[in-house]
């Protein structure tokens, strides 16, 4: 026990259990958060070949997702979007975790003529814990 630190009194717990127990909230607190992110990193392991996230890092075939939410579709400078995209923008389309997530379900469906053609996430819990991720990986 610290010099500083008073004994127990009327038998709660001692202050050396009460921050080992705060210290085992924390642990469980840093697990579940880190378990979510490294989910969500694998689940990303389907589009990084065509996305990057990381801001110093040029396009690829597909356009870097870094600051996606909230941009509007189609707008990414030094990227050249199909035609199909760049209307989808041009009539207010804006990615939000909500349209994200109906796009990552069937893309061409969501967006005719478009050009990410393969990948799916049907999985409704995938796409949430991608889109979690995402949105602290592309901040």
Do not use: K
Request: include cysteine.
């Amino acid at each position: 026990m610290c010099a500083h630190a008073s004994p127990p009194r009327g038998g709660g717990l001692g202050w050396g259990q009460r921050h080992l127990r705060g210290l085992c909230i924390l642990v469980l607190l840093i697990a579940t958060s880190a378990h979510a992110q490294t989910a969500g990193e694998r689940i990303f392991q389907r589009c990084f070949s065509c996305h990057a996230v990381d801001p110093a890092e040029r396009n690829l075939s597909g356009p870097n997702l870094h600051g996606v939410f909230n941009r509007r579709a189609g707008t990414l400078e030094d990227f050249e979007y199909s035609p199909a995209m760049q209307e989808a923008g041009a009539r207010g389309l804006i990615w939000t975790p909500e349209t994200l997530n109906r796009y990552l379900v069937e893309p061409e469906d969501f967006i005719l003529e478009g050009r990410m053609s393969g990948v799916r996430l049907r999985d409704a819990d995938q796409r949430r814990v991608l889109i979690e991720w995402l949105a602290q990986a592309t901040r």
